[in-house]
């Protein structure tokens, strides 16, 4: 099994950054895909961006060039840097362990991101 815990989350001002972690009970990074979703009040959960066991990502195109996912093996955790925050990007943002053989799903609890003046 996989345990996620996400965390980083708050309230900013537009314009603003957060750094969004998802902490990984054991080492997996090497055969799941992680990934972060977010989910507004209302809205479907949608993909934000996706990093492969081989450093590829992919990010939704109303995040590209403003959010960035990275991973840090040693620690066993994922993160999402997200800058210049618009009040669309209001959500609760999940974290996503895609087992590549098997497409088993593992996600974590959820945490808040409110963009607001």
């Known amino acids: 099994q996989v345990q996620l815990v996400e965390s980083g989350g708050g309230l900013v001002q537009p314009g603003g950054s957060l750094r969004l972690s998802c902490a990984a009970s054991r080492s997996i990074f090497t055969s799941y895909v992680m990934g972060w979703y977010r989910q507004a009040p209302g809205k479907q959960r949608e993909l934000v961006a996706r990093l492969s066991p081989g450093g590829g990502t992919n990010y939704a195109d109303s995040v590209k060039g403003r959010f960035t996912m990275s991973r840090d093996n040693a620690k066993n955790t994922a993160y999402l840097q997200m800058n210049s925050l618009k009040p669309e990007d209001t959500a609760v943002y999940y974290c996503?362990?895609?087992?590549?053989?098997?497409?088993?799903?593992?996600w974590g609890q959820g945490t808040q991101v409110t963009v607001s003046a």
């Open positions: 996503n362990a895609n087992r590549v053989c098997s497409g088993r799903d593992y």
